[in-house]
């Protein structure tokens, strides 16, 4: 099982940018797969992005690609979404999550490990 840590939410006006980074442990050596989710209260999580571990390729959800951009770093195993010009909808609760899947999946199914979440707010 891979320890999933997110770091890097937290409030911006709209139009501004965040970086969130997830550290995974011990290793990428039991998953194929990372992606970016996210939650509103209340709601089903979403699915924003993915990353082949090998690779590098990425696929997005159409709601937030061209703002979002997915990327990993596998030598210190560190999974990151950079969120450029951010919407008040976009406030909510951030998990990155790891898994051995098959294809561009965005289902929370398909993915086995997660993060505890990290808090991203944005104001108009």
């Known amino acids: 099982q891979v320890q999933l840590v997110e770091s890097g939410g937290g409030s911006v006006q709209a139009g501004g940018s965040l970086r969130l980074s997830c550290a995974a442990s011990?290793?990428?050596?039991?998953?194929?797969?990372l992606a970016w989710f996210r939650q509103y209260p209340g709601k089903k999580r979403e699915g924003l992005a993915g990353i082949y571990v090998a690779g590098g390729t990425s696929y997005y959800a159409d709601s937030v690609k061209g703002r979002f951009t997915i990327s990993r770093d596998n030598n210190r195993h560190i999974l990151y979404l950079q969120m450029n010009n951010l919407k008040p909808e976009d406030t909510a609760l951030y998990y990155c999550a790891a898994g051995w899947v098959t294809g561009d999946t965005l289902k929370t199914s398909d993915f086995s490990s997660w993060g505890q979440g990290t808090q991203v707010t944005v104001s108009s």
């Open positions: 011990p290793s990428y050596l039991t998953i194929n797969r």
